[in-house]
């Protein structure tokens, strides 16, 4: 005999993990842009989700762009109560991946130098467009900002970014 209460409880516990299931994978890599120590991703990737978990209403599923807003909050709230974390500097730095020769560490030491020319906001835009690979439109909603402040922060990024690597910009 089913009850009306099991029946939404079931529909949640389904709604939750195809939540969990889609986006686990996405909201883990975006926090290791951030925190290079795995017990501390998996910490936050957690809390994160039973964040979802408490808010979640079936009829109304968050997207991944909510979760990647949470876990923004989540990384800003911890670092608020002096939890270390790195920097995203630091987290590009241990993200890149190749053999340790020369020429990697000497384009390692030109990206970290570019990235640091950058503002925050420049920086934060430029990790979410090619560390979380979001669209535009995405990053807007995530920062809460209009489509074309982001479009034009993106591109003042880029460009300053092709400066500090000695690249020539094209067109």
Do not use: C
Not at 8 to 30: G, I, M, P, T
Not at 93 to 114: F, I, K, N, P, Y
């Amino acid at each position: 005999m089913s009850t009306r209460g099991d029946d939404a409880e079931k529909q949640k516990d389904r709604a939750f993990s195809a939540l969990f299931d889609s986006n686990w994978a996405r909201v883990r890599h975006h926090v290791e842009g951030v925190v290079d120590d795995d017990a501390e991703v998996t910490e936050i990737v957690s809390e994160i989700f039973l964040l979802a978990w408490s808010r979640l209403d079936p009829m109304k599923p968050v997207d991944h762009l909510w979760l990647l807003r949470a876990a923004d909050r989540v990384l800003r709230s911890r670092a608020a109560r002096a939890v270390t974390r790195r920097t995203a500097l630091d987290a590009v730095h241990q993200g890149m991946s190749g053999a340790e020769g020369a020429a990697d560490l000497t384009m390692r030491v030109r990206v970290l130098t570019a990235l640091g020319v950058l503002s925050r906001t420049e920086r934060r835009i430029i990790m979410l467009t090619y560390w979380d690979a979001l669209a535009v439109g995405e990053i807007a909603e995530i920062l809460r900002s209009p489509k074309i402040r982001v479009r034009k922060a993106l591109r003042r990024a880029q460009r300053k970014l092709r400066a500090a690597l000695g690249l020539e910009e094209a067109g």
